[in-house]
């Protein structure tokens, strides 16, 4: 059997945009996964041992906003960077609340389907639509994007009608018009993007492979002109086209980052990426083996 303490300890490193340098470290090392940075840039919200927190980029302290047994995952901002929606697993099934990143307040039951698993992905900047990843509740290994408009009563709007293979890192363009996310429908990791039009009337439907080579975890930069995603120990990018349709560039690779567990922003205003790095030297967690545990074992 395994022991505690089996998750390796990152750490949130800033890295230059353009070199992949180190810069610096933000927070305390530990078991962090999930990492994604406020759109104000003044906080990040985290998952660590189940829960959802919020390191708070100029104080250097952290806000834990999610409390008792459930699993928590994948936290997501609003827009105005006032709360942070997350999934949350009840019953084998993971559903999605919020509450406001201060850590007061309760927490609000935003989407609960069924027999289904849903997990945030992304918020639209304008506050109108919430991207989210659904799967079966138990056991799922394929997932599709859907979205959740926010009006009262609005049911969810699927964002394709397969679950052939898996969509996941759903992301929106600034403008709204377009969304990047990767699948594996070609039996690897790639990032692609197709018009984002939920409504009735909208734009017929396009779609764009973006990256040549494998890709995940794709982000815009905050002109939209660009995208940026990472693979293999290394990030790329590609121009973005929108001022007639979508049109992309050819995907350049910018610099190899070793060692990266997580990403919580490829590139911020000032031209820096935050991701999750390895935290000094991982100590390897050994397995442990107990023999003859039968002998251990009292009858009724």
Same mark, same amino acid.
């Given at each position: 059997?395994?022991? #505690?303490? %089996?998750?390796? +300890?990152?750490?949130? &490193?800033?890295?230059?945009?353009? =070199?992949?340098?180190? *810069?610096?470290?933000? $927070? ?124 009262? #009563?609005? %049911?969810?709007? +699927?964002?394709?009608? &397969?679950?052939?293979?898996?969509? =996941?890192?759903?992301? *929106?363009?600034?403008? $709204? ?124």
């Amino acid at each position: 059997y395994r022991g #505690g303490g %089996a998750n390796p +300890r990152v750490q949130l &490193t800033w890295v230059d945009g353009k =070199t992949g340098k180190d *810069l610096g470290t933000a $927070g305390e090392p530990g078991s962090i996964i999930a990492p994604r940075l406020s759109p104000d840039e003044k906080r990040v919200a985290y998952v660590k041992e189940k829960d959802v927190w919020v390191l708070d980029l100029e104080r250097g302290s952290s806000t834990r906003l999610t409390f008792g047994p459930n699993g928590h995952e994948l936290p997501v901002w609003l827009p105005d960077s006032s709360e942070v929606a997350y999934g949350s697993r009840v019953n084998e099934a993971s559903q999605i609340f919020k509450r406001k990143a201060d850590g007061s307040g309760p927490e609000e039951l935003l989407l609960k389907l069924p027999g289904e698993s849903v997990i945030p992905a992304d918020w639209a900047r304008d506050g109108r639509f919430l991207v989210f990843t659904r799967s079966g509740a138990a056991g799922a290994t394929r997932t599709t994007l859907a979205a959740l408009p926010l009006g009262k #009563g609005a %049911a969810p709007l +699927r964002l394709s009608g &397969t679950m052939d293979f898996s969509e =996941t890192e759903g992301r *929106l363009s600034p403008d $709204g018009h377009y969304l990047a996310y990767d699948s594996n429908e070609t039996g690897r990791s790639e990032v692609y993007v197709r018009t984002f039009s939920p409504e009735p009337g909208g734009q017929p439907a396009g779609k764009w492979l973006i990256s040549d080579n494998g890709g995940q975890a794709p982000e815009w930069t905050s002109d939209g002109r660009k995208l940026i995603w990472y693979f293999g120990g290394g990030f790329y990018a590609a121009s973005a086209d929108t001022s007639h349709g979508f049109r992309a560039g050819v995907p350049e690779r910018l610099y190899p980052v070793a060692g990266v567990t997580g990403v919580a922003a490829l590139l911020t205003s000032k031209g820096q990426g935050l991701l999750l790095k390895p935290a000094g030297q991982q100590v390897e967690e050994p397995i442990n083996v107990l023999v003859n545990w039968m002998s251990a074992i009292k009858p009724n």
